[in-house]
């Protein structure tokens, strides 16, 4: 009885509209029917899309060697898929035409390379050594501090990481930790 109601309701409501309110909305009705049959086929084809993408890439980079640019591309994606052999590999292969590239293109070949560092315990070790290395002889950048701070964190040398912050509040007592 009471969806009766709400049905007479809706009818009386959809009854008061003008007739070129009414048809439109009957359309827009049919519409969103489609609207979400298009959305249920794209969730199902994702799965799909990301196995040929991992093609894509590899064949762009094939086919397109000597642009730095899409074997970059493919790079991020090995990363993104914890793929970490393969593009330290392809980074490898990569870093022979480094002097060649512009400057925004090395500035990603260096994000990569970070991304790839930062996605392995062996690679957080290095970035790790690579800032106290850096740090003995700059002493006073406050960024690094924070950076090497960050970097024993993950690593779960949580009590290093106290030491580290510590330093980079020396260095500026207004940063607030």
Not at 7 to 16: N, P, S
């Amino acid at each position: 009885m009471n969806v009766k109601i709400k049905l007479t309701r809706v009818k009386a409501i959809f009854q008061l509209l003008p007739q070129d309110y009414r048809k439109i909305t009957a359309r827009l009705k049919f519409k969103m029917i489609w609207l979400a049959y298009i959305f249920f086929f794209f969730l199902l084809a994702v799965p799909l899309f990301s196995r040929n993408q991992f093609y894509y890439l590899k064949k762009k980079t094939l086919i397109d060697s000597h642009n730095p640019l899409s074997r970059l591309r493919f790079i991020h994606y090995l990363i993104g898929e914890n793929n970490l052999n393969s593009a330290q590999n392809e980074l490898k292969n990569l870093a022979d035409d480094y002097r060649n590239w512009d400057k925004p293109t090395k500035e990603i070949f260096w994000r990569e390379n970070l991304k790839l560092a930062e996605a392995s315990p062996r690679g957080t070790e290095e970035l790790v050594k690579n800032w106290r290395e850096f740090l003995e002889n700059s002493s006073d950048y406050k960024i690094g501090w924070l950076y090497l701070s960050y970097y024993q964190f993950r690593l779960g040398q949580e009590e290093a990481a106290q030491i580290s912050l510590r330093r980079a509040q020396k260095i500026d007592p207004s940063l607030s930790l």
